[in-house]
């Protein structure tokens, strides 16, 4: 008899035994389908050595395997990573092997799945709903339940116009090929300093070993051509490449990018795909058969057939850091994934994190620079605007420098930026007779005024209510404010002081999809918009020639609430954006609204001195004995009840370890208190770089009794500290 020990798509249990049916056989990584209890449950069978190797069932207790899935099995090196992965970040294995196989993208692909799409037809009876539904539907084509989501309708709505006639199924099969993206298709003539960048980048590949480069180069220096020639490279050598990207909004410019250098588009992985979509791209990795895969963090567990190369591109963003569910870090995974499977990493930075750098010093990262811009553009001029100095009218945003600069701007036809990260109109609203401020019920944080959609909106539980007439506290009549700005507010400024320019506002409000985001690429590059008005969400990946004027509006948001890395991010971010400008033959600047214009992360921005910003900062982080030079690790413990989340914080507070080099603060309340609906306690440990910290936590977690109403979230390497 033939047993096969499974690792289940469950974060509830470790791998169980089962036998393989008479007949079949299950070798190591056979994606199965087992029974658990009355259900039917996914997995892949596993090593029994590993998870501590917990003691096989006897034969006689063993139950039959249901199905063993058409699927090329998942290969060792990816079975390593998941366990790495695993015990790094100290989640579940069957969690992370969920990103492995996700929803049922590896159901059999042969199967068609049925869609349906608008015939054009109106049905006899309109409605409303129906009316509303087919509107948004449109052109597109889903399953009854993502258009339904899609139409924010129910599924019956969706049923009763398909019986009306007015949808029509559609057969999608899910092995549709995939094209072939051709190497030699648009090749870019490189400049000297690229060629050579590009050469390293090339050899990397055909050594077909682990090797981390760190592409750095300033923005517009070409570092998407540069690994492009990398990719060529892979897919020369018959090899699949996968490229990493911080937001779904830059899958789809990457996409067109991509197909004018290679002659089709790559495939692409993001939470934005349909059901049909997910199941094609997943089987075209796994066959081996997509070449070149653009996507989130999530692309990069995937099982891919013959991984070639990994590019990260703007590796230095803390998007690549997954906050919920398994907390884990795309560049450092992607990382570790390269030394699993014996391949090259690129992380592409203009403005790399401190962590990278780190490792460049050490020896371990290949670091390969590109100094300058290409074809002779130069990088902008920043200056400060000294806000206490100049300030803005009373109830404006924009001090007088920035306003002239626009409208010089505006006179000559070019484009202009204005960055102020936050989304929405104000960031609070507070009422003028009693001081009373609206905040969310599920959570410790003000509600954000969404003029547009006249909507008071949570940014942290996504909780909504229209904008009071009353004051909930003193019931005063229009006695409500708005104060400070957000992007919406600063457009109105803008619409104001400039009643002719063309303005467009982007957030994740308005580019929510990659349609979207085509979209307002298309207008900026049509010349349609004159002065964009944006989150970080414009400050990476964008090229537009005829934008030559940012305007940072706040640029000391980022540095109040007291985060490690504040002075590093608002570095990176004000780099990025001011990246933006002046990427074509006009020369470009850059106005940074500050009221600290003296704080080190400032003038070094003036000054164009990186290397004296990054030494300064490392410095500091070496002396606090911060990440990259110590090691966080956050627990935060939740509950409805605020009462258990504070009974299990305070045992665990009294069981903690002690340790040479440990320092635990807290238990206390976290920054963010209560966040949707649950009571939040937290406590971070700080230790050396060499500490075992996995190893304390699991150990320290495993003495205390665990209330089912109690939950545990770990977060090993946190970014986020609320
Ligand atoms: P980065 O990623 O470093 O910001 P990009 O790769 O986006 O830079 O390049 C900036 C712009 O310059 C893009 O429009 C790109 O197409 C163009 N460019 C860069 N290098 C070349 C080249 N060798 N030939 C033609 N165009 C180039
Ligand atoms: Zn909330």
């Given at each position: 008899m033939t047993r096969a020990r499974v690792l289940l798509l469950t974060a509830a249990l470790g791998p169980l035994d089962y036998r393989v049916p008479h007949g079949s056989e299950a070798p190591l990584g056979s994606v199965v389908v087992a029974p658990l209890g009355p259900r039917r449950m996914g997995g892949v069978v596993w090593e029994e050595a590993s998870f501590g190797a917990p003691d096989p069932v006897g034969d006689n207790r063993l139950r039959n395997l249901y199905e063993i899935v058409d699927v090329p099995p998942i290969r060792a090196p990816l079975r390593r990573l998941?366990?790495?992965?695993?015990d790094y970040y100290l989640a579940p294995p069957g969690a992370v092997l969920r990103?492995?196989?996700?929803?049922?993208?590896?159901?059999?692909?042969?199967?068609?799945?049925?869609?349906?799409?608008?015939?054009?037809?109106?049905?006899?009876?309109?409605?409303?709903?129906r009316i509303v539904a087919l509107e948004r539907i449109g052109a597109r084509q889903g399953m009854v339940r993502e258009l339904a989501a899609l139409a924010e309708v129910s599924e019956a709505v969706i049923r009763g116009l398909v019986q009306a006639g007015a949808l029509e199924a559609v057969e999608v099969s899910a092995d549709a090929p995939c094209p072939e993206p051709d190497?030699?298709?648009?090749?870019?003539?490189?400049?000297?300093?690229?060629?050579?960048?590009?050469?390293?980048?090339?050899?990397?590949?055909?050594?077909?070993?682990?090797?981390?480069?760190?592409?750095?180069?300033?923005?517009?220096?070409?570092?998407?051509?540069?690994?492009?020639?990398?990719?060529?490279?892979?897919?020369?050598?018959?090899?699949?490449?996968?490229?990493l990207l911080p937001e779904i909004a830059l899958t789809e410019p990457m996409l067109t990018r991509f197909a004018a250098r290679f002659g089709c588009e790559p495939v692409p992985w993001h939470s934005g795909l349909r059901s049909t979509e997910r199941r094609r791209a997943w089987h075209a990795i796994a066959s081996g058969e997509a070449k070149i895969v653009v996507g989130a963090r999530s692309a990069l567990f995937l099982p891919y057939a013959d991984l070639g190369l990994i590019v990260v591109d703007e590796a230095h963003e803390t998007s690549f850091k997954q906050e919920d569910g398994v907390h884990y870090h795309a560049r450092d995974v992607a990382v570790m994934r390269g030394s699993f499977e014996g391949l090259?990493?690129?992380?592409?930075?203009?403005?790399?994190?401190?962590?990278?750098?780190?490792?460049?010093?050490?020896?371990?990262?290949?670091?390969?620079?590109?100094?300058?811009?290409?074809?002779?553009?130069?990088?902008?001029?920043?200056?400060?605007?000294?806000?206490?100095?100049?300030?803005?009218?009373?109830?404006?945003?924009?001090?007088?420098?920035?306003?002239?600069?626009?409208?010089?701007?505006?006179?000559k036809g070019e484009q202009s930026l204005l960055f102020l990260n936050r989304r929405g109109f104000a960031p609070l609203t507070l009422c003028r007779t009693c001081g009373h401020r609206i905040q969310c019920p599920n959570c410790t944080a003000w509600m954000v005024e969404h003029r547009l959609v006249h909507r008071l909106a949570c940014h942290h539980c996504g909780h909504v209510m229209p904008p009071p007439r009353l004051c909930p506290e003193c019931e005063d009549?229009?006695?409500?404010?708005?104060?400070?700005?957000?992007?919406?507010?600063?457009?109105?400024?803008?619409?104001?002081?400039?009643?002719?320019?063309?303005?467009?506002?982007?957030?994740?409000?308005?580019?929510?999809?990659?349609?979207?985001?085509?979209?307002?690429?298309?207008?900026?590059?049509?010349?349609?918009?004159?002065?964009i008005i944006g989150t970080q969400l414009v400050t990476k990946g964008y090229h537009f020639p005829n934008l030559t004027l940012v305007g940072v509006v706040d640029a000391d948001l980022g540095l109040d609430g007291g985060d490690l890395r504040a002075s590093e991010r608002t570095f990176q971010q004000i780099a990025q954006v001011a990246g933006r400008a002046g990427r074509g033959v006009k020369p470009g600047e850059v106005l940074i609204q500050t009221r600290v214009p003296e704080a080190p992360v400032m003038s070094a921005l003036v000054a164009g001195d990186r290397d004296g910003f990054y030494a300064a900062e490392a410095a500091a982080r070496k002396q606090a004995g911060a990440p990259p030079y110590g090691r966080?690790?956050?627990?935060?413990?939740?509950?409805?009840?605020?009462?258990?989340?504070?009974?299990?914080?305070?045992?665990?507070?009294?069981?903690?370890?002690?340790?040479?080099?440990?320092?635990?603060?807290?238990?206390?309340?976290?920054p963010l208190a209560m966040l949707r609906g649950r009571h939040r306690f937290r406590l971070l440990l700080h230790a050396p770089r060499s500490f075992d910290l996995q190893g304390t936590i699991r150990d320290w977690i495993a003495r205390i009794d665990w209330p089912a109403k109690a939950r545990l979230a770990i977060d090993v390497d946190p970014y986020s500290f609320v």
């Open positions: 998941v366990e790495w992965t695993s990103m492995v196989l996700p929803g049922a993208a590896f159901a059999d692909a042969r199967r068609p799945i049925v869609e349906y799409r608008a015939t054009g037809e109106l049905p006899a009876r309109m409605t409303p709903q190497p030699a298709f648009a090749p870019p003539g490189l400049s000297d300093e690229q060629a050579a960048a590009a050469g390293q980048l090339r050899d990397a590949v055909a050594a077909a070993r682990f090797e981390t480069l760190l592409l750095d180069g300033v923005t517009g220096s070409g570092k998407t051509e540069v690994y492009m020639e990398a990719i060529a490279a892979a897919v020369e050598a018959g090899k699949q490449t996968l490229v090259p990493v690129i992380l592409a930075s203009a403005t790399p994190a401190l962590e990278s750098l780190a490792q460049v010093e050490a020896g371990r990262y290949r670091h390969i620079v590109l100094p300058a811009r290409y074809g002779g553009a130069t990088l902008p001029d920043l200056a400060a605007i000294d806000m206490r100095r100049d300030p803005p009218d009373r109830g404006r945003w924009l001090a007088p420098p920035l306003v002239d600069a626009l409208a010089g701007r505006l006179g009549e229009d006695s409500l404010v708005a104060c400070g700005p957000g992007v919406e507010r600063v457009a109105d400024e803008v619409k104001l002081r400039f009643p002719d320019a063309r303005t467009a506002i982007v957030t994740s409000d308005t580019l929510w999809s990659p349609a979207k985001a085509a979209e307002f690429v298309d207008a900026v590059e049509g010349g349609l918009v004159d002065i966080f690790a956050a627990l935060v413990i939740s509950s409805e009840d605020i009462e258990v989340a504070r009974g299990v914080a305070q045992r665990l507070g009294q069981k903690a370890p002690a340790a040479d080099g440990l320092a635990i603060y807290g238990p206390a309340p976290a």
